[in-house]
């Protein structure tokens, strides 16, 4: 046998290194009798998020043990049950790539509640598509009480998610909920499924409130007090609670450089 080239091979996760973060294959972890949970040390992770192959675990090795690990299972994926007997889970314990087990708490999955199972898992991407299959279905049955209802959930959602959000990427997401020019949407041709003034409208404000930061973060403490005490007398108490904070901030810094 000849062969040529270099291999390319995805990393383990007994691999990663102190510090290191990614998605691990969701093939790795073992559920049993709906309490304890293996985890294959020999399962491959990956740098990025990837539903369609099946990494999907965020991960982060802490330390230099073998079970020093941080996963996060607020996400989407599901995991079937193993039924398993004392014999059994004892070969788990001997497997040298198996980690385990850990007590867990599991929730069952129930398809008709997937607005309060799956939506506050989702991450942005998601609720994105999630908001455009919404979308497609209200072109076809715009009183569709469901779809409505998806919508509305969806939006809630979504919206609680941009507000974690820098201001470029604010930015960006804003063209991504806006109408389609012209140009782009070939004469009307083309539907931005996503198109939502109610989101844009949102992040504009997220924008300006951003900026709005930025420019009080520039200020002096004694500036700042001044700002507090316009804020105060118009009964801007959201820009009051913001000055206030950055006042203690600055005034923290600068009690820890004395």
Known sequence: MKINGIILVSPLMS???????????????????NREMFIDTGKSVSQ??????????????????????????????????NEINEEIKEKHKENSKLIGPFLINVELYQALNYRKQLYPRMDLTELISELVTINECLEEAPDNEIFV????????????????????ELQNYQITFAPLSEEASNGGEIINYVEDK????????????????????????KDLE???????????????TLILNLITTKKGLAKATQ
Do not use: C, W
């Open 226 to 240: 001044k700002e507090l005490e316009t804020a105060n007398g118009n009964e801007d108490f959201e820009r009051s």
């Open 149 to 168: 209802e998806d919508k509305k959930q969806a939006r809630i959602f979504i919206k609680g998610k941009l507000k974690n959000l820098s201001l470029k």
């Open 48 to 81: 990025i998020k990837n539903v369609n192959t099946g990494y999907t675990i965020p991960i982060t090795r802490i330390g230099e043990e073998k079970e020093d690990f941080e996963l996060d299972f607020g996400i989407t994926q599901r995991f079937f049950n």
């Open 198 to 221: 109610g989101i844009v409208n949102f992040i504009l404000q997220q924008i300006e409130g951003l900026k709005a930061h930025q420019g009080l973060e520039e200020l002096s403490v």
């Open 15 to 33: 691999q990663m290194s102190v510090g290191e973060s990614g998605f691990l294959s969701a093939d790795a972890i073992i559920i049993i009798n």
